[in-house]
């Protein structure tokens, strides 16, 4: 037998509905801010998560998917979605379309790591990028919506974390610091973090292993290095979310995992995720624009994973959006009639089914109940001879005998659906 790759899940439609609740939900917020939808590609050059997302990061060192093609160009799946984005946006002008773009994505991501609960190797996000606007405001409205669709699924316990690490002149003193501080327990640093030292010091903050973290309690601080305009411009921030009634935690030591960001950084963040404990993340990133090769264009934006909501909402009772309809027939003559009754449902904007082969009243009636349909319509020998169909409610049980030509308003009233 043919199995799937490790880290690859399939899913079927029991196991759609809580997909559609936070998709929906999430598309539905960003409608309310005014994001329109990007579909960018999941495949790029590997150049731009090189650029994007940092030689260091241990993405691109560690996790990326990334071969050759034919014409021996390296290509990369793509292992999140803003480095795409902002490729797309200067290599389509986008620019010079709108002074402010709100964009949105909804789509798969890939990452070759060790597959466990809340991390796969196929998993999927959804995310917003705001290009053009250095207010504080936009950072405001970014954790905002993620905030709105977190509340609208039903995903309540949970902190926000913020944090500002600083441009990157005011970062300087920082990492200088940082890597003193660090230097002094070389020895007891996990052999990531001793490249991470030499390399990129403030990757050290973001290493998420047991023998590291207590080191983090008492090392430097961005918050003590930041200059008067980062300074500012986090206040205002912590100001938004405060006037807003968005409850949140300032976390010093939040970094976060990408090279890109600058000023403000935030997670989403729960005890219900084990390790894993960020199901919604992201930041300012005012460089990343003139780093691909555009013009300076100050930029926000986040990404949240669905799989990890998916966890938060296990215990959540989802609707059952089952059938409206399924026809039953006798065959024969009651076949074609069904088969006509059904595509008229189906043009009306009814959801319908039915069996083509005759199994008999009861076999079909099971059917209808395993589809979770709300009614059953049931044309036999004797609504033939009397131009009628008969409307049973499967879950009264109540049957009810109706003209032919009366059907499809009868059932759209029955059902509480609006006429065309």
Known sequence: MISKPPGIEDRFPD??????????????VFRIYNYREIMPPVMEFTEVFVRGLGRESDIVSKEMFTFEDRGGRSLTLRPEGTAGVVRAYIENGEYNRRATSKLFYVGPMFRAERPQKGRLRQFYQFGA?????SDPFYDFEIISMMDMISKRVGIDDYTLLVNSIGCASCRKEFVKALARYYTGMK??????????LERNPLRLLDCKQDSCQPLKKDSPKITAYLDEECRSHYESVKKYLSDNKISFKEDPLLVRGLDYYTKTTFEFVTTKLGGQNAFAAGGRYDNLVEEF?????????FAAGIERMEILLENKKMAAHGLDVFIVHAGGEALNKAASTCGLLRQSGLSADMDPAAKGFKAQLKKADRDKAALALIIGEDELAAGSITVKDLKTGEQEKVKEDAIIDYLKAKLGRSHP
Do not use: N, Y
């Open 293 to 301: 090769g555009g013009r300076t264009t100050p930029a926000v934006g």
């Open 15 to 28: 196991r759609i509905a809580a997909w559609s609740l936070i998709t929906g939900a999430a598309r539905d």
């Open 129 to 133: 990028e705001l290009f053009g606007g």
């Open 187 to 196: 020895d007891l640093l996990c052999k990531d973090c001793v490249v991470r």
